[in-house]
């Protein structure tokens, strides 16, 4: 099946940095990459997704990147503020609907803005 | 975006006793929902996809006859965990989709936390 990995871990940054997490998955049949934003004891929140026809896409400081020869995708966030802490999960689905169209998630990545 | 609901939002319950969970779509029909698990610190991972008018599908590794899924129509899936133990205890998400294409947005209901004592 799908594996998706992703790095860092954590991140601390300074307010107004720029922040950068990468995450790889490992089917090429993936077509869709939808990164998520949770804050603690609440639900994921998508923040911006990518489908495989498309190499970027951008929304206000929020942009993500798709490189599907090197399967690799990655959330920038620019500008960084405060209330931008909070756990991101990066994921992948299949473009197979036999194989059940689920989402494969990351092991998320907590960052931290400084103030 | 889509709207998806959960309830109860929290709940304890005691060791051997059994605990039923509500996912609904409130503005949209989803043939399909999923339930995730999430231990504290740790990523989401998928237990079951739950499809209206059929039987689930679980996951390696989960047992179907503990969390036992129904789907009874294209707005609501239950989740009920059959003889919860202590480790049972975790922070459960539903999440549907709009759409069946295979690149159509997920949205996530606010989750349940289940405490077994």
């Known amino acids: 099946g799908e594996n998706v990995e992703q790095h860092p871990s954590t991140l601390s940054v300074q307010e107004g940095d720029s922040a950068v997490i990468k995450c790889t998955y490992s089917d090429s049949a993936s077509n869709y990459f939808p990164w998520y934003k949770q804050e603690l004891g609440k639900r994921p929140q998508l923040i911006i997704d990518?489908?495989?026809?498309?190499g970027e896409k951008k929304d206000q400081r929020i942009a993500v990147t798709l490189n599907k020869t090197a399967k690799h995708f990655s959330l920038h966030i620019t500008e960084t503020q405060p209330e931008d802490s909070a756990v991101y999960f990066c994921?992948?689905?299949?473009?197979?609907?036999?194989?059940?169209?689920?989402?494969?998630f990351g092991g998320g990545t907590r960052v931290l803005v400084k103030p | 975006g889509a709207v998806v609901s959960q309830h109860p939002s929290r709940v304890i319950c005691k060791s051997g006793t059994s605990v039923k969970i509500e996912c609904r779509s409130l503005?949209?029909?989803?043939?399909?929902m999923f339930w995730y698990r999430q231990f504290p610190k740790q990523s989401l991972m998928l237990m079951a996809t739950s499809n209206e008018g059929s039987k689930a599908t679980y996951e390696q590794g989960v047992e179907k006859d503990k969390f036992l899924i129904n789907h009874a129509s294209l707005t609501l899936s239950t989740l009920t965990v059959t003889s919860a133990h202590p480790e049972d205890s975790s922070f459960y998400i539903c999440s549907a989709r709009p759409g069946a294409g295979t690149t159509s947005e997920q949205y996530f209901g606010p989750g349940t936390r289940l405490t077994v004592t």
């Open positions: 994921a992948a689905r299949y473009g197979i609907k036999a194989a059940g169209n689920k989402l494969t």
């Open positions: 503005d949209f029909q989803a043939t399909t």
């Open positions: 990518i489908r495989s026809n498309v």
